[in-house]
């Protein structure tokens, strides 16, 4: 059972490009979690998605910013115009619920570099 | 302060000695869980504490939790080299974890 994959690794993207991350969660896993980490900092959440829905976008920046999961195929990070701020650790996680006292199981992270 | 809130910031111990780390909180959770992260990589999940337990012990790691305090410690016995690495502590409540900003731990040979 493989772990939870992400790809690319690293990516780099020129200011106002795209940049799409995307994320496969554990096998059995219906539910996945993005997280941003900058240097020397912690995660901060960014959006909890089950297959399809959107559950909890509140760390989600309001502009550029979108994220998918759906029905077949791996969920997607999408950050649209990327500026040099963004450059950043994208993390995601999956659990098989979302009750609480449950494990969340995190993939090795995107690393993005706006230049 | 943010939730998730790790003491002391960096730790340098011995290789043998113990090493504990403290994580404050602030709001009402369901458990707390501790993860490692070595430099670069992903997160690797430590243990997970409900928030009806006490204490809790993995192999060299224990892990007390005091909601009256709304804290939690991590224990490493014996140290090793290897476990040189961040450790983040995670308030898990309803959807999604919040996290401190780590602690680094140097091990010395």
């Known amino acids: 059972n493989a772990g939870v994959m992400q790809n690319p690794r690293h990516l780099v993207r020129r200011r106002g490009q795209e940049a799409r991350l995307r994320c496969s969660p554990m096998?059995?896993?219906?539910?996945v979690y993005w997280y941003r980490q900058l240097p020397e900092e912690g995660l901060k959440f960014m959006v909890y998605l089950q297959k399809e829905n959107i559950i909890d976008e509140s760390g989600m920046p309001k502009e550029r910013f979108s994220a998918e999961f759906p029905k077949e195929g791996p969920s997607i990070l999408r950050i649209q115009q990327v500026v040099r701020g963004d450059s950043a650790a994208y993390f995601c996680?999956?659990?098989?619920?979302?009750?609480?006292?449950?494990?969340?199981?995190f993939g090795q992270g995107t690393r993005l570099t706006v230049v | 302060s943010q939730q998730g809130e790790e003491d002391p910031q960096a730790l340098s111990i011995q290789e043998g000695e113990n090493a504990t780390m403290n994580c404050s909180y602030k709001t009402s959770i369901n458990n707390l869980q501790w993860y490692r992260q070595n430099s670069g990589r992903g997160l690797v999940h430590l243990i997970l504490i409900r928030s009806n337990e006490r204490e809790k012990h993995s192999g060299r790691l224990r892990v007390t939790l005091d909601t009256s305090k709304k804290s939690s410690s991590l224990l490493i016995t014996a140290s090793r080299a290897a476990d040189t690495a961040s450790y983040f502590c995670a308030s898990g409540a309803n959807s999604k974890l919040t996290f401190g900003k780590g602690i680094t731990l140097s091990v010395r040979p």
């Open positions: 096998k059995g896993h219906s539910h």
């Open positions: 996680a999956s659990s098989p619920s979302r009750k609480g006292g449950t494990e969340a199981f």
